[in-house]
């Protein structure tokens, strides 16, 4: 299986910034894409950034040009630098990987998720 922990979360200002990790552990072949979507309050979960195991990356429209994302593959970790960050990005930041795994072959596993509250 693999288990997926976020850190780097917390309460910041409007124009702040903040740096989200998400490192996978456990049995696996190969980790395919990885990324975070987030869910705010009353809301359905949206995809905020993903990368590809050869670092192609794709943002929501709403993120562009304020969060990238990046991943160190030796240490399967992804990560999500957070720049001028709005009330409107608070939510529950879930990391998600595409894992290989013995039997079960390629699925999606999900961390526990890391709140980010933006707000002054």
């Known amino acids: 299986q693999v288990h997926l922990e976020e850190s780097g979360g917390g309460l910041v200002q409007p124009g702040g910034s903040l740096r989200l990790s998400c490192a996978a552990s456990?049995?696996?072949?190969?980790?395919?894409?990885m990324g975070w979507y987030r869910q705010a309050a009353g809301q359905q979960r949206e995809l905020v950034a993903r990368i590809s195991d050869d670092d192609h990356t794709n943002y929501a429209d709403s993120v562009k040009g304020r969060l990238t994302i990046s991943r160190d593959n030796a240490k399967n970790t992804v990560y999500l630098q957070m720049n001028s960050l709005k009330p409107e990005d608070t939510a529950m930041y879930y990391c998600y990987a595409e894992a290989e795994v013995i039997i079960i072959g390629r699925d999606d596993y999900w961390g526990p998720g890391t709140q980010v509250t933006v707000s002054s």
């Open positions: 456990g049995r696996f072949f190969r980790i395919y894409d």
